[in-house]
């Protein structure tokens, strides 16, 4: 038998969540690069390869496989994160945030059919995140494609 030690539950428990918060914004940054960083990265490296105005295919391949290759190596560390996130708490799903006033009299424990994975959660929030900044740009500092005159 094992000897077992006293620890005060209530500073793991905050140390636990503290990290399952900087894991989480790390897999939401990481994300949110998909979208981007990642290709404005490369289509800026492609600029920069290219020697004229109107390239060959070279520059548009280096650009194609660059992001390819990144996204790749950024989906590998969002699993990691996932994994990590895994051993920090103990689990990969995320609890089902349901008002009291929406359960039932008889709801017994909640479902695991109902809730969303980490990932899950973090990409959908990626990609909604990255399509307010879009719209955002789009209507407030574009500006007019139409030439004044």
Do not use: C
Not at 17 to 32: E, P, W
């Amino acid at each position: 038998m094992r000897p077992q030690t006293a620890t005060h539950p209530h500073g793991s428990g905050v140390l636990r969540g503290i990290a399952a918060s900087l894991v989480f914004v790390a897999m939401l940054i990481a994300a949110l690069s998909l979208w981007t960083t990642i290709p404005l990265s490369w289509i800026y490296i492609g600029s920069k390869v290219s020697e004229t105005q109107f390239p060959s295919n070279g520059p548009y391949a280096v650009v194609a496989v660059g992001i390819i290759v990144t996204i790749l190596l950024d989906a590998w560390l969002i699993g990691r994160l996932n994994a990590l996130y895994m051993r920090i708490t103990g689990t990969n799903r995320l609890t089902p945030m349901r008002p009291n006033w929406l359960k039932s009299m008889r709801d017994t424990a909640p479902a695991e059919a109902g809730t969303t994975t980490v990932v899950e959660a973090v990409l959908v929030g990626s990609v909604l995140l990255a399509m307010v900044v879009f719209v955002a740009w789009f209507f407030l500092l574009a500006g007019s494609p139409i030439p004044n005159q």
